[in-house]
Nanobody, 120 residues
Framework: QLQLVESGGGLVQPGGSLRLSCAAS???????IGWFRQAPGKEREGVSC????????YYADSVKGRFTISRDDAKNTVYLQMNSLKHEDTAVYYC??????????????WGQGTLVTVSE
């Protein structure tokens, strides 16, 4: 069973940057990896995804141009570089994996989440 562990969250000032990592317990060569987030009192939303087939990348409109997703299959790790952070980016960030595609209704494997707080 594939396991995912997120890291890299923390407290950052508005306009700052963070890089989140999603480390997998086994190869992710055949998995599409997505980043999701859930802010207090809000539903979970998709942030970004990187596919396994053509390495296509997808972003929510709210993060387009500020966040970059990448994968290093040799390290079984997927990254989310977050720049120009805003208060509204504050949330628990989760990575998830699925063999199907970036657009499945529900990803199969989830990490435990890492908290990102954007505040002065």
């Amino acid at each position: 069973q594939l396991q995912l562990v997120e890291s890299g969250g923390g407290l950052v000032q508005p306009g700052g940057s963070l890089r989140l990592s999603c480390a997998a317990s086994a190869t992710v060569d055949y998995y599409n990896i997505g980043w999701f987030r859930q802010a207090p009192g809000k539903e979970r939303e998709g942030v970004s995804c990187i596919s396994t087939s053509n390495r296509g990348t997808y972003y929510a409109d709210s993060v387009k141009g500020r966040f970059t997703i990448s994968r290093d299959d040799a390290k079984n790790t997927v990254y989310l570089q977050m720049n120009s952070l805003k208060h509204e980016d504050t949330a628990v960030y989760y990575c998830a994996a699925d063999r199907g595609s970036c657009f499945v209704p529900q990803f199969k494997v989830w990490g435990q989440g890492t908290l990102v707080t954007v505040s002065e």
